[in-house]
């Protein structure tokens, strides 16, 4: 193999070429510096003379099936200038590692589509060095996302796993990126992203979240001049789950056999979308007759397809008129629970109409939460935290890819 092979085929400058070893389940390169290439690791200085060498192996890109190894006599080099013995730089490979960037690179290529256990099987490593490799490369481009040029976000929680593990997520909305993983949920889980805020100088439009009152406070005392937009996905799930426990309450106090018979499988039919009925499993004819026979759960019903319509309004004040109306019919409809629903929708009424400025959710956000899900499924669960965290930063980069 010549010295111009090595430069042009394996991308290596600056050496030349001694010799082949090949072995039985490996190629080994031997390969020696040029003189005239040896610089001062620190001042660059050519002023410098050969003090020893230390030999280095690299694993490289492999040919066909068999792994490539790079040999070389690392020079010790006294400099002149800096009066110090250094070691001198090996452009193609960072220090401390034993494989080259180019193998590197090719690991990372092969991740895209391969898991990391096939990555490790296919090149003949360990997975840890498979893992190593993509972690500094995550480390080194996502460990810290620029805040700068947000305006606006979500912010939601996501659990991980049992005993109650919670994550807090804050999403770019504009870029779809996660900008800030932080563990537990709560106010005390976002006071990292605050303090990395403040410092960025980032002006935010508005937020999207949940009426948690732990993230409302804290958007307010961190955000002040920030929208707070409650998301419309939580608003109409917390109505759901209240609707389902009305419906067991109604069902403990029904005396009639018939209305607890018909009572006892309407759950699903209460939170489907009437559009989502299935005519052919007679959904539709059931949900009416439970209907006729209590008149409670049907005024609960109604209501719950109305408060659908608040955020199809054609303006602000026609949505506050709307919401007003909403509240006066629950008040009037003697329903405990709708009753407190309206007082929970009137606390949060700001929030609510501000949706009207600021047409945003954490649907992009629920979306990511699921990614997430599907990352610790795929992967059976994460030992290492840190990679899981920086797996998260990165999801917005990630290809997925249909293989078999």
């Given at each position: 193999?010549?010295?111009?092979?090595?430069?042009?085929?394996?991308?290596?400058?600056?050496?030349?070429?001694?010799?082949?070893?090949?072995?039985?389940?490996?190629?080994?390169?031997?390969?020696?510096?040029?003189?005239?290439?040896?610089?001062?690791?620190?001042?660059?200085?050519?002023d410098?003379?050969?003090?020893?060498?230390?030999?280095?192996?690299?694993?490289?890109?492999?040919?066909?099936?068999?792994?490539?190894?790079?040999e070389?006599?690392?020079?010790?080099?006294?400099?002149?200038?800096?009066?110090?013995?250094?070691?001198?730089?090996?452009?193609?490979?960072?220090?401390?590692?034993?494989?080259?960037?180019?193998?590197?690179?090719?690991?990372?290529?092969?991740?895209?589509?391969?898991?990391?256990?096939?990555v490790?099987?296919?090149?003949?490593?360990?997975?840890?060095?498979?893992?190593?490799i993509e972690?500094?490369?995550?480390?080194?481009?996502?460990?810290?996302?620029?805040?700068?040029?947000?305006?606006?976000?979500?912010i939601?929680?996501?659990?991980?796993?049992?005993?109650?593990?919670?994550?807090?997520?804050?999403?770019d909305?504009?870029?779809?990126?996660?900008?800030h993983?932080?563990?537990?949920?709560?106010?005390?889980?976002?006071?990292?992203?605050?303090?990395?805020?403040?410092?960025?100088?980032?002006w935010?439009?508005?937020?999207?979240?949940?009426?948690?009152?732990a993230?409302?406070?804290a958007?307010?005392?961190?955000?002040?001049?920030?929208?707070?937009?409650?998301?419309?996905?939580?608003?109409?799930?917390?109505?759901?789950d209240?609707?389902?426990?009305?419906?067991?309450?109604?069902?403990?106090?029904?005396?009639?056999?018939?209305e607890?018979?018909?009572?006892?499988?309407?759950?699903?039919?209460?939170?489907?979308?009437?559009?989502?009925?299935?005519d052919?499993?007679?959904?539709?004819?059931?949900?009416?007759e439970?209907?006729?026979?209590?008149?409670?759960?049907?005024?609960a019903?109604?209501?719950?397809?109305?408060?659908?319509?608040?955020?199809?309004?054609?303006?602000?004040?026609?949505?506050?008129?709307?919401?007003?109306?909403?509240?006066?019919?629950?008040?009037?409809?003697?329903?405990?629970?709708?009753?407190?629903?309206?007082?929970?929708?009137?606390?949060?009424?700001?929030?609510?109409?501000?949706?009207?400025?600021?047409?945003?959710?954490?649907?992009?956000?629920?979306?990511?939460?699921?990614?997430?899900?599907?990352?610790?499924?795929?992967?059976?669960?994460?030992?290492?935290?840190?990679?899981?965290?920086?797996?998260?930063?990165?999801?917005h980069?990630?290809?997925?890819?249909?293989?078999?």
């Open positions: 193999m010549s010295t111009s092979l090595l430069y042009h085929g394996f991308g290596l400058r600056g050496y030349d070429y001694q010799r082949t070893i090949y072995e039985e389940s490996a190629v080994r390169f031997r390969l020696r510096q040029k003189r005239d290439s040896l610089r001062c690791p620190a001042c660059r200085s050519e410098v003379q050969r003090r020893g060498q230390v030999r280095r192996v690299w694993q490289h890109l492999p040919i066909g099936s068999k792994p490539v190894f790079i070389l006599d690392v020079a010790r080099v006294y400099c002149r200038r800096c009066r110090v013995i250094r070691q001198v730089n090996v452009p193609f490979a960072d220090s401390q590692r034993t494989y080259s960037r180019a193998f590197a690179r090719y690991v990372l290529e092969l991740r895209q589509s391969m898991t990391i256990t096939h490790a099987r296919h090149l003949g490593v360990s997975w840890w060095m498979i893992k190593d972690k500094r490369y995550l480390q080194t481009h996502f460990s810290r996302p620029k805040l700068k040029h947000l305006r606006q976000i979500a939601d929680e996501i659990s991980i796993g049992k005993g109650h593990r919670y994550l807090t997520v804050v999403l909305l504009e870029s779809g990126a996660v900008v993983v932080g563990d537990g949920k709560g106010a005390d889980a976002l006071k990292p992203f605050w303090k990395r805020l403040k410092a960025s100088h980032a935010i439009e508005a937020v999207a979240t949940d009426m948690s009152p993230y409302i406070q958007v307010y005392e961190n955000l002040p001049d920030a929208e707070l937009v409650f998301d419309r996905f939580h608003v109409v799930k917390l109505f759901n209240r609707l389902s426990d009305f419906r067991r309450q109604l069902y403990r106090e029904a005396t009639d056999q018939l607890k018979d018909v009572l006892k499988g309407t759950r699903w039919l209460l939170l489907k979308n009437p559009e989502h009925l299935d052919i499993r007679n959904e539709r004819e059931r949900l009416e439970a209907l006729s026979l209590n008149q409670p759960l049907a005024t019903y109604y209501l719950k397809e109305d408060l659908r319509q608040f955020w199809e309004q054609s303006s602000r004040s026609a949505a506050t008129r709307f919401l007003n109306d909403w509240c006066a019919r629950a008040r009037a409809s003697g329903i405990r629970f709708l009753q407190k629903f309206a007082n929970t929708l009137e606390g949060h009424r700001t929030g609510l109409l501000a949706w009207y400025e600021y047409p945003i959710s954490t649907g992009p956000l629920e979306g990511t939460n699921n990614k997430i899900k599907t990352l610790q499924r795929q992967a059976y669960g994460f030992r290492d935290q840190d990679y899981f965290r920086l797996k998260i930063y990165a999801l980069k990630t290809k997925y890819v249909l293989v078999g």
